[in-house]
């Protein structure tokens, strides 16, 4: 269960959203708008880059795309090619310096870059690069791509770009911005989400998502592809192969959790996964109810398929808040479940009485789902049976999604049954793996199921783990709101 | 259609939401979450003002509640008692002088109140006042109740408070704060709702709706009745009479727009009344249609209601995003039906090729309907059927919901075959007036459906909509945000 | 020693500053820069109210007149006059609903008032008008001024300004706007100044100061008289009597402190005065010295006149800083006079073997003089002899500015001898009261000196003391910074 | 002309202050209360960074000390050892990312520089960094300290930090701070100033200048040699020789401008050259006068020089405004010289009828000097005559000050006669530069005149100039507040 609660720590996290702008003299207004639509994606951060053909502009901020940009400042960022970028990151991580897109100047001028994903090979490939002199600003693997770039020997631009993007090893999803190109990467195994279309006037638009197309009136075209690298500037489109083509390997959890039900991703709609998971859900774990609700918004598409089939009708049961700021102050006596509470609200008409199917995206800590057991539960239902729109999760992901270490996951520590106990539900059921492998059909081999199914396209190198925790703590940088700890690397 | 659409002027808008508690060490902080409860029916400015036995404190801002109070604001707030107000108004006019509670030092002290509603004795209440020396700090008609308490010769509080209600006419759930009182005040047509409950350590609870009970976990106890006063302080609780009993005029639009779908409002619950309007639709204007959606997320129970009468799929055809703010800037190439884009994304492959029937609450302007209508049309529906939970609105509300005039009323102006057209859908039908009125039984005589009906239970003054108009451009004072424009009441 | 010290106690407090100006397209923009002018009287609020004939509009707010406007802001105070206010208080009762310009609807249209001065009867005032129903929103006693207004029965206009006025005790200079006029009134003691003058385009200023005449290019014409109401409106000017002329009663304290050197308050020179008292200090109180320095800005002028006559050159001994902002946060480990070491700083060549004189306006309860003689010492001073710019004051001021309880005063508990060892300085002389009598001439009798001589001209009513006091605890209401305290005035 | 005037262009601006201490468990508190001592060497950007021993904490932000930092801020920057700096940069400049101190993780840990002085061969040291493959974040010269840093292949740090330093040309007084050290180096001219004291519990501190050793009470020891490195850790105190010793060439500017008259700058007292110098102007350049004045605050200390040599009073003829703040809206009908009147009001009492001297302390471009020669001669002066109390500039800086370039200073265009009659003087005088020189004695030589005599200590690079200027328009990064502008160093 996740997305609604983006403050508590019982939820997934997605990096990041991108977006690129080539051919339109309002790019950073569509950059805006674009990011906008992916604001899902990540709302701590939000930056555009534009560039005038001959000098570059950049402003990033702190805070959702509607806080960090305006009517002034979209107006400083002329040009009309831009890259933009979306961030999710917890509190401490949230330092404007870690904000992307991250812009350098360099021997042969300027390139700004936006990223989502996860480097596997980052911490070997900073310290190699901080062997031979670089210095870093950031704790953030995005930014081993520039200096990759500067100390190619290799010419012309785009040369250096495929030197760099080969040293990477894990799961990107890359915008890069000169002063005159506009360039789109997506790794070998297409892990993250890339999609390119053009306006009417001729614009290309590059987005992690269709709905941020559709918003600005973008036509799709196709998928990036894995590997691929598509340049623009003003003598037109190529593309290049970053390569030998591996197999797709995509993110099986944007279909389950991070993409907006009215995306199509990797070829498919959301909303059809997640109804059709639902309707599997129904099938091979039905129970006798009364009622079918969801854990709003991410549970809903799947709740209305498990309804379809199961022939019981869908009710929402549970209310959620549009107005949940940062942080609520909550009463010395306290109240039980706070959190939970102050953004779900249970419609006892509906529950009383009743025996409810509530369908949720995905368990991580167990938590939550505990929580809106009893809310249910206090609101007069007579059983509770949870549904759950995904397998189990017994691992954690190295290719973009900030998920807590398998010791935290419920799923690793318990089995289904202990589960059940734990969140005090009547029944539990997850999805089972080979039932969304099925339902992915020949496709199952082309998607990467590993927080599933242990199987990891991509191992993660030594001391990964601890990079990607430790240089979080690491993470450093002058912010003008909060101290950033950060501890050397090595030592003299 | 109405509610996600706050800042268009094609939407009803409520004019507050009140609370009120009584003998709890933590007033301030539980009237806090009680108005972030509310926080629906006004997002404009919040207040609460709280009482020690001795002295009194407030704070008052413009903005959300989770905005205008910090952990130290609410820290200064000590004493355990409180009232609170959520306000819904245009820009111009949150001017904070006009942010509720007000409070006012007079010959006995100090005395705060909140106010759902609207005077329709403003105006002349007001003159009167003013013929005999009173100023005016705000354009608020419930400024006068704080005249008129003042200006009462009676004696003690309770009946000064009596004789100042006495007078008012129209739509009050007021709750008001003294240094060692709490009162509630319902007007005797109860048009505006008001209820009380009880926390487990003893502490009085009144609020404008029953979810703000649940919150902070006070349990429902009864509405507090049309005409009845209910007084609570040291020596325990007592009601008494304002007046004769009139028959209750309860606001069917709580019903159909604005209360959550958890409350339980007028003795009846929200969820269960959408739901059976939505039923009714589909037996009276059924239509052939492959799938059933909602204008989220006020149309979403009454549609779920059509989708289960009429036996076809309940789908998420419109997704709303989270995350609108105040102001979006759109580019110079303007962007067909931007505002509603930015709100409301269609999801294509719930609608391509399909007959669609889609709900909303109701239709005001219906310039917003003929949006939505081609928003799902060019996302490939077949046919758009709309289908309006509520019967045409033919006439502006008196009694504390800020409509436009009957002229701009598209039911006013157009048959509903006119309006069909005028928003473009394939077929449109209204929830009409008898079936509201058999749904609710004998209790139909205990609401007022003015609005619709045009059968008004009290009339407005003379001038009162000039008032109601012209006040609100009058509306006066400093602010530290805005100007506000002000005119002369009368001259000399 | 004042002023620059306005965040700590031992300082006075002036209460305000006023300004009016009608006939100019552009009043609310001049408005701001005669405020700006006049932002030494106040810095806690500011305020502007304008009319453009038909209509008014006001924006306040807490802090310096450069932080509570903008260009957008004065855009919004359309029309061609206005009033404007800065006010001097402390953080607790600078509330936003204690900003003036007050603005009231009543009667016969609109009316806004600005304030300087103190009314010794409010509390009598406001008791009569609550007695006949009156509500206070603020705890200033500027609001009685409007409610008089209201309440009287005469027509027109200016004849119920006039009775309200006559109902006045105290000291005020006062503004006040309506639709059509802008009237400028100052008590017949004339305690507090308010000059006029005209601008090339014929636009008539009022201002507590000539500096702000000057800042505007309006040329000064005259004082307002002592107890004339000045009118102006689209017919032209007019002045009338307030009541039969009493002997002017001009605080003195406006040109030994409040004031800067470049007005000319009450038809004297303030620069002028100042250098006369140094001198007349070197005369009556010399001393062998080395250097003649002044405590910053306040003491300047009198240093100089000080330094010439007694033939010692003037050197700049102390360097105020111009960063010292709300708080500075001081280490555990104590700094010692951290509090003036952050404002002040001694410059040991300056000082170093010297035998120093410092002049200083004024002293209140002495704490700020004793750090300034230990930071000369410590720079390596010889000797300190510390001259003092006024009489020692012994007795509060009711006339409108803020000074302590006599009991806090150094002069009352302590003779000069035993202030002189309570700072700690070598020699310790004042002004003496005759010499400043004889400075003034026969003017002498025209000002008033109550601090220094306790000859109040008109005395506080019973209970004022409590009033001034206690109101000021009182202080309620809203506003969206700080909770306010306020207390019943009285009880059922 | 100077210093008051920071927001127009007619004006010097220093660029930095920096300070560095350890061995204080305050060291963050203590490194702000002494950057708030050095405000007036940049008002545009704070920062500090702390270590712990073990790690490294930092927060920047643009602004002034006070608005940057808080309890809550400074709390978090724990550790006993801490650097910081404030900057001087023009608005487009001021983008967060280039405020210091500068922190980089490399190969060895983390490293933080803070920067007072300008590097003449930035853009050869940049441009072969670049060739190596470094990526820039910022437009400051400050950067290549760190790159050269990490790509020095020497052992221990103070080796790679002297190697650093050796490839530097130009002015630098430099502050770092690693995990376990503090250190200070001065370029071998010494061009720009930096002391170091001891607190009583033994804590060292580095300051741009001895105010803000005083503040803290930390007692001076000495000036940084020029060509050292003061090296403190743990182990104690050490001291190197950055190269063979060259003459010193310390900046005059300091002594004539930029440090405040408390300070004791290159081992002479500030204080005491300003008044030599208006004694030299008053015994070079007499002129027949009834009263000597000063452009506040940086002519005052000059103008006493003068005024005590000429045997004719100083008076306070001009006084400074305390409150303008950033930027004020001037009405549309035009106040001439509307910003100097802002800012300065001269005393008519003063001025009227007499032949007046004002000391300036410099004179950039000439236009604010003409506006005040008009500002005093509309006063009533009846001659006015001007002094400035340091040699014509006729040359740009290249060692850290901002001035712009030779073709606007009016003196480089215009004789000193010319000079006259631009600014409208009766007649105008500057400080000889030999007398300058005489001044200064046998240490003349080891000051730095070549803004005066363009005997430049060390030529600026081929393209330094442009680097200087387009560098400023290069200027790039996110920021949270404005777009920056940066343009291609090179190209592909």
């Known amino acids: 269960m996740a997305g609604w609660m983006e403050h508590e720590a019982d939820s997934w996290r997605e990096e990041c959203g991108v977006v690129g702008i080539f051919g339109d003299d309002e790019a950073s207004k569509l950059c805006y708008l674009a990011l906008h639509a992916l604001q899902h994606r990540g709302q701590e951060g939000a930056g555009i880059v534009t560039s005038d053909g001959g000098s570059m502009r950049a402003i990033t901020g702190v805070g959702l795309v509607s806080e960090v940009f305006n009517q002034e400042k979209l107006g400083k960022l002329i040009g009309s090619s831009a890259i933009g970028h979306v961030r999710y990151a917890t509190a401490g991580e949230s330092a404007l310096r870690n904000v992307q897109p991250f812009v350098a100047g360099y021997r042969f001028g300027s390139v700004a ?4 994903g996860n480097l596997v090979n980052y911490k070997e490939l900073r310290a190699r690069l ?13 930014e081993v791509v520039l200096h990759l770039i500067a100390t190619s020997k290799a010419r012309p631009f785009i040369s250096r770009l495929v030197y760099a993007c080969e040293q990477l090893e894990g799961a990107y999803s890359l915008v890069f911005l000169t002063e005159d190109k506009l360039v789109a990467v997506r790794d070998p195994y297409g892990f993250r989400p890339l999609v ?3 306006r009417k006037n001729g614009a290309l638009v590059f987005a992690s998502e269709t709905c941020a197309l559709d918003l600005i009136e973008a036509e799709f075209e196709r998928e990036v592809n894995p590997g691929e690298v598509v340049v623009m500037d003003k003598d037109g489109i190529s593309s290049l192969c970053l390569m030998h083509r591996q197999e ?3 993110c099986i959890f944007e279909h389950i959790y991070f993409a907006l039900p009215n995306s199509v991703v990797f070829g498919r709609s959301v909303y059809e996964s997640r109804y059709r998971i639902g309707q599997i859900l129904a099938e091979e774990s039905p129970v006798d109810c009364d009622v079918v609700i969801a854990v709003p918004d991410s549970g809903m598409v799947a709740a209305l398929g498990y309804a379809d089939k199961a022939g019981v009708p869908f009710q929402q049961g549970l209310i959620r808040s549009h107005y949940v700021g940062r942080t609520f102050i ?17 419609v006892h008409n509906v529950l009383k009485g009743k025996r409810v199917v509530v369908v949720d995206d995905s368990i991580v800590r167990g938590t939550t789902s505990s929580k809106i057991v009893r809310l249910i539960k206090e609101a007069g ?3 509770v049976h949870m549904r759950i729109a995904s397998p189990p999760i017994t691992g954690s992901c190295y290719y973009g999604v900030d998920t807590p270490c398998k010791e935290e996951l419920i799923s690793y520590r318990l089995s289904v049954e202990e589960s059940r106990k734990f969140i005090g539900a009547d029944s539990l059921a997850f999805l089972p793996l080979d039932s969304l492998r099925s339902m992915l059909g020949e496709e199952a081999p082309t998607f990467c199921d590993a927080c599933f199914s242990g199987q990891y396209p991509i191992l993660p190198r030594a001391g990964f783990y601890e990079q990607s925790k430790s240089t979080q703590a690491e993470t450093f940088l002058p912010d003008n709101g909060s101290a950033i700890k950060y501890k050397p690397v090595g030592a003299v």
Request: charged letters at 30%; proline letters at 5%.
């Open 381 to 383: 239902a007579k059983e």
């Open 130 to 142: 901080e062997e031979s002199g670089s210095i870093f600003n950031t704790s953030s693997d995005t």
């Open 196 to 198: 390119m279309g053009w």
């Open 248 to 250: 797709r390997k995509a």
């Open 330 to 346: 909550e009463p010395h006596q306290k109240i039980r479940d706070f959190g939970v509470k102050l953004k779900l609200a249970p």
């Open 113 to 116: 870059v936006a990223h989502n």
